[in-house]
C-alpha cells in the first residue's frame, strides 16, 4: 500500500502542477486589472506604481513562478508560523520600544520570513488565505451539515429502495429523488423563503454572519437560521446519492454471490448490509469523495440566496470584482481538494472490498 500511496500522491503533484498552469494561464487572458476599481481622480503614474508593486506588467512565466512558489511554499509557511509563533515581531512593546524579531520566542520561523511575500487580494489588500480561513467556518457551519445529513439520509433511503425495488416506498422515494435532483437550489431556496419566512415566519430569511455563538440562547439561533439553508441543500444532496446508491445496490443485488450468501442460511440483514451494501458503497464512495470540495467549495448558488459569508459567495464576488489572484487560489484549492479526496477515496475501497489490491 505504501508503494501505492507513493504512485498516486507523485501522479497527483503532476496533475495539479498541470492544472495550475492551465488555471493561471486561462485567467490571465481575462482583461481584469487592480486598479480598475479605483476613482478615476488618481493619476496615471500612481496607478502604474500599483500595477507594478503587485506584479502586474511582469511576464507570464514570472508571474506564474511567483504565484506557485506564494501557494506552494509562502502561504504554508506562513500557516505554520501562526500556529508556532502566535506574537508577531514588533507587536510587542519594550519600554516603548518593538521588542526586535530575535527576542520573540517562536517554536519554529521560516528562514527568510520576513522577505516572504503572501497571496494579496487585488481587491482587499488583503491575503487571501486569511480571507479564505474567516469564510471556511460559515460554510461547513451550512453546506458541510446539509452535506452530512444528505449522507446518512440518502443511502438507507437507496438500500431500501433498491431492496423493495417497485414498492409504494421505492416510487415516492423515486418521486422526491427526481424532483429534488430536477429543481435547482434557486427555486427551492427562494420558495423555502417565501413559505418558512415571509408568510410563516418560523425561521430568518437570511443568514447572520456576523451571529457569535457564546452561550445557549444564541447556538439556538444559529440552529434557527441554519434550517432553510441547510433543509435546502440537504434536499439537493439526498436526492443525488439516493438515486446513486439505489442503482448500486441494485447491480449487486442480483449477482451470484448474494444468492450464495442466502443459500447458506446467512440473515436477510447480514446479506444486505455485509455483503450488497459494502460492495455497493465503492460507487457511493467515490460520489461522496468527489462531492466534499463542493463543502469547502460552498453552494454558490445557495450561499447568495441566504446570504451566507461563505467561500461560494467570496468566489462570486472575486469574479465580479475581477481579484484574479482570489478566484486563481480559490480555484486551485478546490483542485487540491479534489485530488486529495480521490485518493483517499482510492484508499477506501480496499476497506470495502477485499478483492481491491494496490
Known amino acids: 500500500m505504501t508503494a501505492f500511496i507513493v504512485r498516486r500522491t507523485l501522479a497527483g503533484i503532476v496533475t495539479l502542477l498541470a492544472i495550475s498552469f492551465v488555471v493561471f494561464a486561462i485567467l490571465e487572458l481575462s482583461p481584469a486589472d487592480p486598479v480598475g476599481n479605483l476613482p478615476l481622480t488618481i493619476p496615471n503614474e500612481v496607478r502604474e506604481q500599483i500595477r507594478e508593486s503587485l506584479g502586474v506588467n511582469d511576464p507570464f512565466l514570472i508571474k506564474y513562478v511567483k504565484w506557485v512558489r506564494q501557494f506552494m511554499i509562502a502561504e504554508p509557511a506562513s500557516f505554520i508560523e501562526e500556529f508556532t509563533c502566535p506574537t508577531p515581531p514588533g507587536s510587542t512593546l519594550r519600554n516603548g520600544?518593538?521588542?526586535?524579531?530575535?527576542?520573540?520566542?517562536?517554536?519554529?520561523?521560516?528562514?527568510?520570513?520576513?522577505?516572504?511575500?503572501?497571496?494579496?487580494?487585488?481587491?482587499?489588500?488583503?491575503?487571501?488565505?486569511?480571507?479564505?480561513?474567516?469564510?471556511?467556518?460559515?460554510?461547513?457551519?451550512?453546506?458541510?451539515?446539509?452535506?452530512?445529513?444528505?449522507?446518512l439520509i440518502a443511502i438507507p433511503i437507496g438500500v431500501i429502495s433498491a431492496y423493495k425495488q417497485y414498492s409504494l416506498f421505492d416510487q415516492v422515494g423515486s418521486f422526491f429523488a427526481i424532483v429534488g435532483y430536477s429543481i435547482p437550489t434557486f427555486f427551492t431556496g427562494v420558495l423555502f423563503q417565501l413559505i418558512f419566512a415571509v408568510e410563516l415566519g418560523w425561521f430568518p430569511m437570511l443568514y447572520d454572519t456576523t451571529l457569535e455563538v457564546t452561550n445557549f440562547e444564541t447556538f439556538l439561533q444559529q440552529l434557527r437560521q441554519m434550517v432553510l439553508p441547510v433543509t435546502v441543500l440537504t434536499f439537493f444532496y439526498t436526492a443525488q446519492?439516493?438515486?446513486?446508491?439505489?442503482?448500486?445496490?441494485?447491480?449487486?443485488?442480483?449477482?451470484?454471490?448474494?444468492?450464495?450468501?442466502?443459500?447458506?442460511?446467512?440473515?436477510?440483514?447480514?446479506?444486505?448490509?455485509?455483503?450488497?451494501?459494502?460492495?455497493?458503497?465503492?460507487?457511493?464512495?467515490t460520489l461522496i469523495a468527489l462531492g466534499i470540495p463542493q463543502i469547502f467549495g460552498g453552494a454558490i448558488i445557495t450561499e447568495q440566496i441566504f446570504s451566507v459569508n461563505g467561500l461560494g459567495e467570496y468566489l462570486i464576488k472575486a469574479i465580479q470584482e475581477g481579484d484574479l489572484p482570489s478566484v486563481q487560489t480559490l480555484t486551485f484549492i478546490f483542485a487540491v481538494l479534489i485530488v486529495l479526496f480521490n485518493i483517499i477515496a482510492d484508499l477506501v475501497y480496499g476497506f470495502l472490498d477485499p478483492r481491491v489490491v494496490y
Open 97 to 151: 520600544q518593538p521588542v526586535p524579531e530575535e527576542d520573540i520566542s517562536c517554536a519554529f520561523r521560516f528562514p527568510g520570513s520576513e522577505d516572504r511575500t503572501r497571496i494579496i487580494s487585488w481587491n482587499t489588500r488583503s491575503p487571501v488565505m486569511e480571507l479564505v480561513a474567516q469564510r471556511i467556518p460559515q460554510t461547513l457551519w451550512v453546506v458541510g451539515t446539509a452535506y452530512l445529513w444528505g449522507i
Open 241 to 285: 446519492m439516493s438515486r446513486f446508491t439505489r442503482s448500486a445496490m441494485l447491480d449487486n443485488l442480483g449477482q451470484d454471490y448474494i444468492r450464495t450468501a442466502r443459500s447458506k442460511g446467512l440473515l436477510e440483514r447480514d446479506v444486505v448490509i455485509k455483503h450488497a451494501l459494502r460492495n455497493s458503497l465503492i460507487p457511493v464512495v
